[in-house]
């Protein structure tokens, strides 16, 4: 996934990404593919995070 989130991000003419994940700890990757393809693209692009709790809830947002 890393390198097709890589080519969307250099490809296209996105200004920010959001990740909206649950918070359970395996959704913990999806905000660290998404940074990195980001540091690996060349572009400066701003990735929020959403975290959601289980029952739906927004229990968290930050600019990572």
């Not at 959601?52 to 990572?64: A, R």
């Amino acid at each position: 996934y890393l390198q097709k989130m890589i080519r969307l991000i250099s490809d296209s003419k996105v200004n920010t990404i959001t990740v909206l994940r649950m918070e359970v700890p395996c959704c913990g990757g999806l905000v660290q593919i998404v940074s990195e393809a980001v540091v690996k693209s060349g572009r400066k692009v701003p990735v929020k995070e959403v975290v959601l709790s289980v029952s739906g809830e927004v229990i968290g947002e930050e600019w990572v």
